[in-house]
């Protein structure tokens, strides 16, 4: 069981640039979230999707960030147009049906220069 | 008032020490506790649920107390590699779970 798996673990971008995050739930995991961590601050919660659904999107940016987990494939979190304040650690977590704590990804770390 | 609210420490104690992490949250209607583990620039890992019973896992024991709507985590016998950041983790229902901003922990030799 490979865990879950987030790629690329670092990624840098100049901006103006598009960053796409991806995140694989572990097998069996059929409910993904997306979580953003700013330097020295918790965890803000992002987006809950299933299986082509997004379920709760609440903490998502209203503009330039979206997030899908289609049928087949990863997670993906995609943010356009990027600024320095997008800088930040993006966690993914998946979690099966019954939810009793997350697993977490080991994260993405964008850097907007 | 925050959803979620931890001290944010620093807790600095010596190795053996005892230590109790409280955690209070706002929403009365939540249903599920958990505290996880974050070290320094790695991804947060589940430590431990919190039920209302208590539980108590080692040198961990975790409380709840939906009365006054208060989690905690006691460390006994802290070790140098307890140092980390204590999550205090609240499922309001419905997958919306909500992470407090951490309790620092360094223990020193």
């Known amino acids: 069981n490979a865990g879950v798996m987030q790629n690329p673990r670092h990624l840098v971008r100049r901006r103006g640039q598009e960053a796409r995050l991806r995140c694989s739930p572990m097998?069996?995991?059929?409910?993904v979230y997306w979580y953003r961590q700013l330097p020295e601050e918790g965890l803000k919660f992002m987006v809950y999707?299933?299986?082509?659904?997004?379920?709760?999107e609440s903490g998502m940016p209203k503009e330039r960030f979206s997030a899908e987990f289609p049928k087949e494939g990863p997670s993906i979190l995609r943010i356009q147009q990027v600024v320095r304040g997008d800088s930040a650690a993006y966690f993914c977590?998946?979690?099966?049906?019954?939810?009793?704590?997350?697993?977490f990804g080991s994260g993405t770390r964008l850097t907007v220069v | 008032r925050k959803e979620v609210e931890q001290d944010p420490g620093p807790f600095n104690v010596p190795e053996g020490a005892t230590v109790a992490f409280n955690c209070t949250y706002s929403?009365?209607?939540?249903?599920?506790f958990f505290w996880y583990r974050q070290d320094c620039r790695k991804e947060p890992k589940l430590l431990m649920s919190?039920?209302?019973s208590g539980n108590e896992d080692g040198r961990f024991t975790a409380q709840l107390n939906r009365a006054s709507q208060y989690i905690s985590l006691l460390i006994r016998d802290s070790k140098l590699s307890d140092s980390a950041t204590y999550l205090c983790?609240?499922?309001?229902?419905?997958?919306?779970?909500?992470f407090g901003a951490g309790t620092r922990l360094f223990v020193k030799a």
């Open positions: 977590a998946s979690s099966p049906p019954i939810q009793n704590g997350y697993t």
């Open positions: 097998k069996g995991h059929s409910h």
């Open positions: 999707l299933q299986k082509e659904n997004i379920i709760d």
């Open positions: 929403n009365s209607a939540s249903q599920s």
């Open positions: 919190v039920y209302s």
């Open positions: 983790v609240v499922d309001t229902g419905g997958f919306k779970t909500i």
